[in-house]
Structure formats: C-alpha cells, structure tokens
C-alpha cells in the first residue's frame, strides 16, 4: 500500500477537495474524499484577489498563509476521519489555489497559493507544490497537467475517449485507443465560471443547482456566435485560460458589445451552450474518432448541461467518470495525488503534446516534512 493526499481548490471557489489515494501495483484506488468548505473571510480574500488581480503584498503574503492552514486543517480532519495517521502518507501533492496564470507573458508564469512549508510542518508530512511553473520554463502552457493523470486511470485500449473536466474552465483529453500515439489535452474555455458569476448576479447562491434556472431559458443564437468569436476559441492549441480572460467582466463587456435587449435568464442558458458548444467544438475538431465522452467536475452535475452536452454531440456516449470507476468530484484531487507520486519518485509528469513544453520534466516543488527520516 502507498498513499498519498490530493489537494485541489479551483477556479469555482466551491471547497477544498482532500482525496486520500491508494496508488500501488499499477493500480489507483481512492481510499477516502471530502470537500471542505472555505471560511467566508478566505473565500472572500480569494475572490478578491483573483477578480481585481491587485493586492498589497501584506495581503497576499497573509492569505498565502491562511490558506495554507486551511488545507492543512482539511487534510489532518479527513486522516482524523479515516484513522489514517499522517505517517501512513507518503506524500501529499497540493495544487494550490490559482489566482493569477498567464502563459503568454514575455516570462510566461503560473501564481498558485497556499503555502507548502506550512502544510508540510502542519501535518508532518511531505509536501509537493507549485507544480505548473517547471513546465512553463520549457516553453509550456503549464496547463492542463491532468491528462497524464487521465491517461493512467482512465485509458481504454478498445476506444478513442475523450475525459471533459468541466469546473470554472473547462478542459478535455483525448485519449487514444492505440497507447503508442500521443494523449492531447487543453482548455476549450469557459467551464461553469460565467454561469455562476452571473448567476450570483441575481440570486442569492453561488450557482444554479443541476441548471434549473437556465432550464427554462432561452438560447440566443447571435449572442452565442457573439461568443464564440473570442479569439480563445479560435487559438491554436496548446492553449489554456483562466479567471483572467473569462469572467464577468469579459461578459459585461460583450453583453454592451451586443447591444440588444435580452433576459437575464436567457443569458444564463446562452452562457450554458457557450461551455457546452465550445466543448462540443474541440471534440469534434481533435477528437472525431472517440466513441465516448467522460464527464467530471462540478458540471456533471448539471442535468441541463449534460443534455445539451449529449444533443451536441449525438453520435457519441456522454457518462460521467463514476462509469470508469471515479466519482467526477473527486477525480482532480486524486490526480495532484498522482502527480505528487510522481515527483517523489522522479518521474515526469507533464506531456508535452497536451502543454507544448520541450520535453517532459518533473514537477513541483518538494518540502520536506520535519517528520521525515
């Protein structure tokens, strides 16, 4: 037995996913999941710093910290919960809150948040962080790094699959069924970021539960196309965005752009079959062979946006990974648990087909654990 903890906080702000991870004898088992809720002062500090991109240094020093103590609570309650003592871990991969990614800079960079040396000295165990920044020095996009995670768990050598991880942006991996050519991956764009954001703008929770309230919206197809013209969806891959790109700004201002009169709840539907087109799109461009569709994050879900997913793309199987034997909320974390798997044991853990870096290098950082012998 070989475990080791995933730490996945994402662009939604939904929780702090803890995964507990069996990975021995080629194969990976989850012991044990939970989401954990951010206190409303952090989730607000986050929010502030993601959406505005500015902070004093004092602050961002401080939420650094903060968040820090948050996972390594999350990480000691769930081992509470489970009778795992932190000495039974070998290590714990913690992706870190992002809060600013920009490969396009004249030095490309990737700012995750949540302090490694904290949750190492806290839970006495070691720690791999800043995973993202090692590939982006080799000319990658530092995103998405889940594909070699997807490859390992997921691969099926009877068909092509593609695995869509729909959280605030959304992401896809082929996988072929031939192991010898490359897994491709990339962000398509948008996941649930705008949906929520604007959700948020109208009532009072963070996101619209299984997509009632786009239920009964309508799709607007010229505000659509509108979208769909951002140069993002355009973009040869590798490509990846965040938060910086899609959000409510970036709305508002195609929303003044189009200049017609339309329903919020509407908006909300567009804004649906925005992620769902923008998805359907890159599967059929880089993906056309695969039989199935995998489905995993928060948009799972989403009744309404499944369906609409399934109409897209009629000719193929849409499911969400609970039919490959993991639950889509938790397949993220146990992925940064892989991850940090790998950096232990000096593996690689980019692919460069997916991230368009040089060559495939180790990842992140490592902080020893006090603990450690």
Not at 8 to 30: E, F, R, Y
Not at 232 to 251: A, C, I, M, Y
Not at 350 to 365: D, E, F, H
Request: net charge negative; aromatic share 8%.
């Amino acid at each position: 037995m070989a475990l080791f903890i995933g730490v996945m906080s994402g662009t939604s702000l939904d929780g702090i996913d803890i995964a507990i991870v069996d990975i021995s004898n080629n194969k990976i088992q989850l012991r044990a999941a939970e989401t954990f809720p951010f206190s409303k002062s952090l989730r607000d500090d986050l929010f502030t710093l993601i959406n505005t991109g500015r902070a004093h240094l004092q602050q961002l020093g401080q939420v650094d910290i903060a968040l820090g103590h948050a996972y390594s609570d999350a990480i000691l309650q769930l081992l509470s919960e489970t009778n795992i003592k932190p000495s039974e871990i070998n290590a714990i991969g913690c992706h870190g809150q992002t809060i600013f990614h920009a490969p396009e800079a004249a030095y490309p960079f990737s700012m995750q948040i949540g302090n490694a040396s904290v949750v190492a000295e806290l839970t006495g165990i070691t720690t791999v962080a800043d995973f993202r920044q090692r590939d982006m020095v080799l000319g990658g996009q530092g995103a998405p790094l889940v594909p070699a995670f997807h490859k390992a768990m997921f691969h099926n050598a009877d068909e092509d699959t593609v695995i869509a991880n729909i959280g605030g942006i959304s992401n896809i991996t082929i996988l072929p069924a031939d192991s010898h050519k490359p897994t491709l991956g990339f962000d398509t764009g948008p996941g649930n970021i705008l949906m929520d954001q604007w959700y948020q703008q109208h009532h009072k929770a963070l996101y619209d539960e299984n997509g009632q309230w786009a239920r009964d919206g309508q799709v607007d197809d010229e505000l659509l196309s509108l979208l769909l013209m951002d140069p993002f969806f355009l973009q040869d891959v590798p490509k990846s965005t965040g938060r910086e790109h899609f959000n409510l700004t970036w709305l508002t201002n195609k929303l003044v752009e189009f200049d017609t009169p339309i329903k919020a709840q509407s908006i909300q539907k567009t804004l649906l079959q925005l992620t769902v087109r923008s998805i359907a799109n890159a599967v059929k461009t880089y993906a056309a062979t695969s039989g199935s569709l995998f489905v995993c994050g928060g948009g799972a879900h989403n009744a309404v946006l499944m369906q609409a997913l399934q109409d897209e793309l009629s000719d193929m199987n849409v499911h969400n990974t609970a039919d490959l034997g993991l639950a889509p909320d938790w397949v993220e974390a146990c992925a940064f648990a892989w991850l940090g798997m790998q950096t232990i044991n000096h593996q690689s853990g980019n692919l460069p087909a997916v991230t368009g870096a040089s060559k495939p290098t180790i990842l992140g950082g490592i902080y020893s654990s006090s603990e450690a012998s």
